[in-house]
Protein backbone atom coordinates (compact mmCIF):
# COMPACT_ATOMS: atom_id res chain seq x y z
CA UNK A 1 0.00 0.00 0.00
CA UNK A 2 1.08 3.29 -0.96
CA UNK A 3 1.98 5.88 1.54
CA UNK A 4 0.60 9.38 1.20
CA UNK A 5 2.87 12.10 -0.03
CA UNK A 6 4.05 14.44 2.47
CA UNK A 7 2.54 18.22 2.85
CA UNK A 8 5.02 20.57 1.04
CA UNK A 9 6.28 22.74 3.66
CA UNK A 10 5.36 26.67 3.56
CA UNK A 11 8.86 29.07 3.24
CA UNK A 12 8.02 31.19 5.85
CA UNK A 13 10.71 34.35 5.35
CA UNK A 14 10.90 37.02 8.10
CA UNK A 15 13.15 40.09 7.18
CA UNK A 16 15.29 41.98 10.10
CA UNK A 17 15.59 45.06 10.81
CA UNK A 18 16.36 48.37 8.42
CA UNK A 19 14.07 46.70 6.25
CA UNK A 20 11.30 45.14 4.76
CA UNK A 21 9.68 42.12 3.01
CA UNK A 22 11.12 43.02 -0.50
CA UNK A 23 14.25 42.29 1.09
CA UNK A 24 13.21 39.07 0.53
CA UNK A 25 12.00 39.42 -3.07
CA UNK A 26 14.80 37.27 -5.06
CA UNK A 27 14.70 34.36 -2.69
CA UNK A 28 10.90 34.36 -3.27
CA UNK A 29 11.00 34.39 -6.34
CA UNK A 30 13.47 31.99 -6.67
CA UNK A 31 11.45 29.56 -4.48
CA UNK A 32 8.00 30.14 -5.93
CA UNK A 33 9.93 28.72 -9.41
CA UNK A 34 10.26 25.41 -7.64
CA UNK A 35 6.44 25.71 -6.84
CA UNK A 36 6.75 26.43 -3.31
CA UNK A 37 4.83 28.07 -1.43
CA UNK A 38 5.91 31.08 0.33
CA UNK A 39 4.97 33.57 2.77
CA UNK A 40 6.91 36.93 3.55
CA UNK A 41 5.21 38.90 5.89
CA UNK A 42 6.26 42.30 7.52
CA UNK A 43 8.25 42.10 10.80
CA UNK A 44 7.02 45.37 12.95
CA UNK A 45 10.36 45.56 14.41
CA UNK A 46 8.98 46.25 18.11
CA UNK A 47 10.05 44.21 20.15
CA UNK A 48 10.64 40.16 20.37
CA UNK A 49 7.45 38.79 22.11
CA UNK A 50 5.56 41.50 19.83
CA UNK A 51 7.15 40.42 16.91
CA UNK A 52 6.93 36.54 17.15
CA UNK A 53 3.26 36.71 18.07
CA UNK A 54 2.36 38.24 14.57
CA UNK A 55 4.49 35.32 12.92
CA UNK A 56 2.62 33.04 14.82
CA UNK A 57 -0.82 34.79 13.67
CA UNK A 58 0.41 33.97 10.24
CA UNK A 59 1.55 30.18 10.98
CA UNK A 60 -2.03 29.27 12.57
CA UNK A 61 -3.61 30.49 9.13
CA UNK A 62 -1.45 28.04 7.70
CA UNK A 63 -2.27 24.01 6.94
CA UNK A 64 0.97 22.70 6.70
CA UNK A 65 4.50 22.21 8.00
CA UNK A 66 6.66 25.18 8.08
CA UNK A 67 10.45 26.34 7.42
CA UNK A 68 11.08 29.44 9.28
CA UNK A 69 13.57 31.91 7.55
CA UNK A 70 15.04 34.48 9.87
CA UNK A 71 17.63 37.43 8.01
CA UNK A 72 19.41 39.56 10.46
CA UNK A 73 17.18 40.58 13.77
CA UNK A 74 14.35 37.89 12.19
CA UNK A 75 16.52 35.20 13.46
CA UNK A 76 15.85 36.64 16.81
CA UNK A 77 12.17 36.26 15.91
CA UNK A 78 11.76 32.88 14.49
CA UNK A 79 13.84 31.52 17.67
CA UNK A 80 10.88 32.66 19.82
CA UNK A 81 8.49 31.68 17.25
CA UNK A 82 9.08 28.62 16.98
CA UNK A 83 9.32 27.61 20.48
CA UNK A 84 6.20 26.36 21.18
CA UNK A 85 4.79 24.96 18.04
CA UNK A 86 5.33 21.30 16.18
CA UNK A 87 4.02 23.09 13.07
CA UNK A 88 8.08 24.26 12.52
CA UNK A 89 9.88 21.39 10.45
CA UNK A 90 13.02 23.57 10.05
CA UNK A 91 14.89 26.78 10.99
CA UNK A 92 17.16 28.35 8.33
CA UNK A 93 19.40 31.54 9.47
CA UNK A 94 20.52 34.11 6.80
CA UNK A 95 23.16 36.30 8.93
CA UNK A 96 20.99 36.36 11.60
CA UNK A 97 20.25 36.16 15.33
CA UNK A 98 20.10 33.08 16.91
CA UNK A 99 19.52 33.52 20.43
CA UNK A 100 19.88 31.47 23.77
CA UNK A 101 17.37 31.71 26.19
CA UNK A 102 18.01 35.23 28.24
CA UNK A 103 19.55 36.64 26.03
CA UNK A 104 18.90 39.59 23.62
CA UNK A 105 20.68 40.99 20.34
CA UNK A 106 23.08 43.37 21.96
CA UNK A 107 24.72 40.40 24.29
CA UNK A 108 25.99 39.13 20.97
CA UNK A 109 26.80 42.10 19.49
CA UNK A 110 28.56 43.77 22.29
CA UNK A 111 30.39 40.04 22.54
CA UNK A 112 32.16 40.44 19.36
CA UNK A 113 34.04 43.31 17.93
CA UNK A 114 32.02 45.71 15.82
CA UNK A 115 32.44 46.78 12.49
CA UNK A 116 35.07 50.25 12.47
CA UNK A 117 31.58 51.90 10.57
CA UNK A 118 29.14 51.01 12.96
CA UNK A 119 29.41 53.82 15.64
CA UNK A 120 29.47 56.67 12.68
CA UNK A 121 26.49 55.48 11.13
CA UNK A 122 23.86 54.14 13.05
CA UNK A 123 21.58 56.41 15.34
CA UNK A 124 19.42 56.00 17.60
CA UNK A 125 16.79 58.98 18.17
CA UNK A 126 14.63 59.92 19.70
CA UNK A 127 16.10 59.76 23.61
CA UNK A 128 13.82 57.70 25.94
CA UNK A 129 11.66 54.64 25.80
CA UNK A 130 10.49 54.99 22.24
CA UNK A 131 14.01 55.66 20.87
CA UNK A 132 13.95 54.25 16.92
CA UNK A 133 17.34 53.02 15.80
CA UNK A 134 18.77 53.68 12.28
CA UNK A 135 21.23 53.91 9.39
CA UNK A 136 22.62 56.75 8.20
CA UNK A 137 21.32 56.52 4.53
CA UNK A 138 25.16 57.88 3.24
CA UNK A 139 26.64 55.10 4.79
CA UNK A 140 24.09 52.31 4.23
CA UNK A 141 25.39 50.57 1.31
CA UNK A 142 29.10 50.23 3.01
CA UNK A 143 27.65 49.03 5.97
CA UNK A 144 24.52 46.79 5.00
CA UNK A 145 25.00 46.09 1.33
CA UNK A 146 28.40 46.34 0.13
CA UNK A 147 27.77 43.63 -2.77
CA UNK A 148 24.80 45.56 -4.32
CA UNK A 149 25.23 47.66 -6.80
CA UNK A 150 25.14 51.10 -5.78
CA UNK A 151 21.46 52.24 -7.23
CA UNK A 152 20.62 49.27 -5.08
CA UNK A 153 22.31 50.11 -2.39
CA UNK A 154 20.57 53.66 -2.14
CA UNK A 155 17.04 52.13 -2.95
CA UNK A 156 17.43 49.86 0.36
CA UNK A 157 18.56 53.50 2.51
CA UNK A 158 15.89 55.83 1.41
CA UNK A 159 13.58 52.89 2.26
CA UNK A 160 15.03 50.85 5.00
CA UNK A 161 12.22 50.76 8.55
CA UNK A 162 14.18 52.09 11.53
CA UNK A 163 14.25 49.26 14.57
CA UNK A 164 12.53 50.06 18.02
CA UNK A 165 15.81 50.28 20.33
CA UNK A 166 13.81 48.17 22.74
CA UNK A 167 13.67 45.34 21.06
CA UNK A 168 17.47 45.35 21.34
CA UNK A 169 17.27 44.25 24.64
CA UNK A 170 14.61 42.41 24.96
CA UNK A 171 15.21 38.77 26.04
CA UNK A 172 14.53 35.90 24.61
CA UNK A 173 12.65 32.65 25.64
CA UNK A 174 14.12 29.05 25.45
CA UNK A 175 15.40 29.11 21.64
CA UNK A 176 13.69 26.80 19.54
CA UNK A 177 16.82 25.92 17.60
CA UNK A 178 17.64 23.59 20.76
CA UNK A 179 15.21 20.72 19.40
CA UNK A 180 14.22 21.96 15.54
CA UNK A 181 17.16 21.38 12.97
CA UNK A 182 19.16 24.40 11.42
CA UNK A 183 20.68 25.54 8.90
CA UNK A 184 23.05 29.05 8.91
CA UNK A 185 24.92 31.44 6.24
CA UNK A 186 27.36 33.05 7.47
CA UNK A 187 28.12 36.32 5.56
CA UNK A 188 31.94 36.55 6.06
CA UNK A 189 31.90 40.32 4.54
CA UNK A 190 29.39 41.21 6.76
CA UNK A 191 29.95 44.58 8.46
CA UNK A 192 26.26 44.48 10.41
CA UNK A 193 26.99 41.51 12.24
CA UNK A 194 30.10 40.14 12.89
CA UNK A 195 31.12 37.22 10.94
CA UNK A 196 32.43 35.15 13.75
CA UNK A 197 29.09 35.90 16.15
CA UNK A 198 27.61 34.06 13.37
CA UNK A 199 29.96 31.41 13.41
CA UNK A 200 29.57 31.33 16.78
CA UNK A 201 25.49 30.97 17.04
CA UNK A 202 25.39 28.28 13.95
CA UNK A 203 28.07 26.25 16.17
CA UNK A 204 26.07 26.91 19.18
CA UNK A 205 22.95 25.55 17.47
CA UNK A 206 24.94 23.05 15.63
CA UNK A 207 23.64 24.37 12.19
CA UNK A 208 24.28 22.95 9.23
CA UNK A 209 26.68 25.81 7.90
CA UNK A 210 26.35 27.56 4.97
CA UNK A 211 29.72 29.91 3.82
CA UNK A 212 29.33 32.63 1.91
CA UNK A 213 31.13 35.72 0.62
CA UNK A 214 28.65 38.37 1.54
CA UNK A 215 27.50 41.51 2.77
CA UNK A 216 24.65 41.48 5.28
CA UNK A 217 22.67 41.81 2.31
CA UNK A 218 22.91 38.39 1.66
CA UNK A 219 19.50 37.27 0.66
CA UNK A 220 19.53 39.70 -1.84
CA UNK A 221 23.51 39.52 -2.97
CA UNK A 222 22.89 35.71 -2.84
CA UNK A 223 19.62 34.80 -3.35
CA UNK A 224 20.80 31.23 -4.97
CA UNK A 225 22.73 30.33 -1.73
CA UNK A 226 20.10 30.98 0.46
CA UNK A 227 17.53 28.84 -1.98
CA UNK A 228 20.16 25.76 -1.52
CA UNK A 229 19.96 26.23 1.85
CA UNK A 230 16.19 26.61 1.97
CA UNK A 231 15.80 23.68 -0.30
CA UNK A 232 18.22 21.70 2.04
CA UNK A 233 16.66 22.25 5.35
CA UNK A 234 13.09 21.02 3.77
CA UNK A 235 14.50 18.15 2.13
CA UNK A 236 16.15 16.57 5.42
CA UNK A 237 13.03 18.01 7.82
CA UNK A 238 10.29 16.19 5.52
CA UNK A 239 12.98 13.05 4.55
CA UNK A 240 11.78 13.99 0.53
CA UNK A 241 14.23 15.94 -1.64
CA UNK A 242 12.41 19.02 -2.60
CA UNK A 243 14.54 21.22 -4.92
CA UNK A 244 15.16 22.86 -8.65
Not at 53 to 62: D, I, K, P, T
Not at 128 to 135: K, T
Not at 161 to 178: E, F, G, M, Y
Amino acid sequence: MLRPAPVPPTVVLVHGAFTDASSWAAVARLLRATGAAVHAPANPLRGLAHDAACVRSLLRELDTPVVLVGHGYGGAVITQTADDTDQVVALCYAAAFGLDAGECVLDITSRFAPSPLADATVTTFPSGPDSEVHVHAEHFRRLYADDLPPEAGQALALAQRPIASSALTDRSVSPAWADKPSWYAIATADRMLNPAAQRFMAQRMAATEYILNASHAVPLSHPEAVVAMIQEATGYATGTPWGV
